[in-house]
Nanobody
Framework: QVQLVESGGGLAQPGGSLRLSCSAS????????IGWFRQAQGKEREWDSC????????AYAGTVKGRFTISRDNAKNTVSLQMSSLKSGDTAVYLC??????????????????WGQGTQVTVSS
């Protein structure tokens, strides 16, 4: 069964950290660009970060640059998102997605054709 599963969400205090993981089954993640998106209640889905086929090809939205780090573990077939200096505005459901692209990584949802169900991140004191 081809699927993506996110984990690692939860409750964090402002200024705290969480590490999200995106695990794949049924296909190999290192052949795809992987993106992390968030969707807050009542808002549209927003792109946070992505990684292309190469682990050196990464991109971050301005709102998370310097606070979030995306990484890939090919042996575990997972992609992680380390989130630090969390803010209340980071509260959202976080989703990972996979896109089959020749190079780079898309910063819009449309090219991604495989999505996880999401994991809730709540930042509150």
């Amino acid at each position: 069964q081809v699927q993506l599963v996110e984990s690692g969400g939860g409750l964090a205090q402002p200024g705290g950290s969480l590490r999200l993981s995106c695990s794949a089954s049924g296909f190999t993640l290192n052949s795809y660009a992987i993106g992390w998106f968030r969707q807050a209640q009542g808002k549209e889905r927003e792109w946070d970060s992505c990684m292309g086929n190469s682990r050196y090809n990464t991109a971050y939205a301005g709102t998370v640059k310097g606070r979030f780090t995306i990484s890939r573990d090919n042996a575990k077939n997972t992609v992680s998102l380390q989130m630090s200096s969390l803010k209340s505005g980071d509260t959202a459901v976080y989703l990972c997605a996979a896109a089959s692209v020749f190079s780079g990584c898309p910063i819009y949802p449309q090219p991604y054709n495989r999505w996880g169900q999401g994991t809730q991140v709540t930042v509150s004191s």
